[in-house]
């Protein structure tokens, strides 16, 4: 995970935790009395019970604010804790980066004594709907395909998952890919797109052509003329989905 030693230094910037998904998330825990966050960051949407956080990124790592749960240098695939070590599990849009999914899956079945929850996205969904990607970013969409994981394989690795719709708010306060859907010029800034892996790790180059019509678009006003009925809306559904599996 070297990588985000590189993407991760404007995580404690642009990923602050909005409360309207916290609050799903820890919905989505239920009465679970203790919790291991994998894949954990920065620490964003960790609930209090939190008793442990796992993340392979030493830069990630001292992001995390005072106060925060304690956090090992870990990846998922080999977590350093016992076997149903804590009610629940969380991993919150990360598996996209493991290497090795189904032995990141089986560490936490063995770690969870009740609930695994996981947030990702359904790729297929998020390529249909989202506009940055659907009219602009083909090339960024053609990198999410590569690392984008099937909600059936992934429900099939967990024994079985429930799956929640995950709305993204029009002033979200956390900036990953889809949280500007309403606010397009904010793609254009670069320290906004460093805080997003699917850019960052497109690259610069990659994304040059489609930034450049966005901007003549957001210039004419074409982008606000095709997307008028987005400046209604005060959630938009891109695929993002909660999945809620119970050992």
């Known amino acids: ?14 990923r602050q935790p909005d409360p309207r998904i916290a609050a799903q ?22 609930p209090p019970q939190t008793v442990l956080a796992a993340e392979p990124s030493q830069v990630m790592i001292a992001q995390r604010p005072p ?26 849009l990360t598996i996209h980066h493991w290497t090795d999914l189904a032995a990141g899956i089986a560490e936490l079945r ?4 009740r609930r695994i929850v996981i947030l990702t996205w359904d790729q297929q969904i998020f390529r249909d ?40 708010p029009h002033d979200c306060t956390d900036g990953f890919a889809a949280t500007y859907w309403r606010r397009p010029h904010a793609y254009l800034d670069p320290q906004v797109r460093s805080g997003i892996s699917l850019l960052a790790q497109t690259g610069e ?7 450049a019509a966005l901007a003549e678009d957001l210039t004419t006003g074409s982008w606000h003329t095709h997307h008028a009925d987005l400046l209604t809306r005060d959630t938009i559904d891109v695929g993002y989905r909660l999945l809620i599996a119970d050992i």
């Open 67 to 92: 106060g925060a749960a304690p956090a090992v240098c870990a990846v998922a695939e080999h977590l350093p804790v016992r076997d149903n070590a804590a009610d629940a599990v969380l991993a919150l």
């Open 25 to 46: 998330i820890h919905a989505a825990l239920g009465d679970a009395a203790d919790v291991i966050n994998v894949g954990a960051g920065t620490g964003s949407y960790e």
């Open 129 to 168: 709907q989202f506009w940055l990607v659907r009219e602009y970013l083909a090339s960024a969409a053609a990198f999410d395909d590569t690392r984008a994981l099937p909600m059936d394989r992934l429900a099939g690795l967990l024994g079985g998952a429930r799956q929640e719709p995950v709305p993204v």
């Open 110 to 113: 063995r770690v969870a004594r």
């Open 205 to 211: 180059a990659a994304l040059a052509p489609g930034l």
């Open 1 to 14: 995970m070297a990588i985000y030693d590189t993407l991760g230094t404007t995580y404690g910037r642009s």
